[in-house]
């Protein structure tokens, strides 16, 4: 951190006064005036190379992404095993 600059919520000088201060605070007690922000999560799942050679062949076949395929094609199979426990 710069010399003579202050954290903004901290009013810190240094980086270990800002550690401490984030130690005993939350930042929920100051994102009033924060900006809402939209993200994604993703998630990776490991998958046998052929397997995915396979999906990937299928995916462009029917003009859509992987991860659109593999997602329809989950909602499916998730679909029908709720209606075998019904």
Known sequence: ???NRHSTISNARSLEE???FWDTHDFTEFDDDSPDVAFTIANAIA???DLFSAVEQQARLRGVSVETLVNLWLQEKLAEQ???VA
């Open 1 to 3: 951190m710069q010399e």
């Open 18 to 20: 800002i550690g401490e």
């Open 47 to 49: 998958i046998e190379a």
């Open 82 to 84: 709720l209606q075998a």
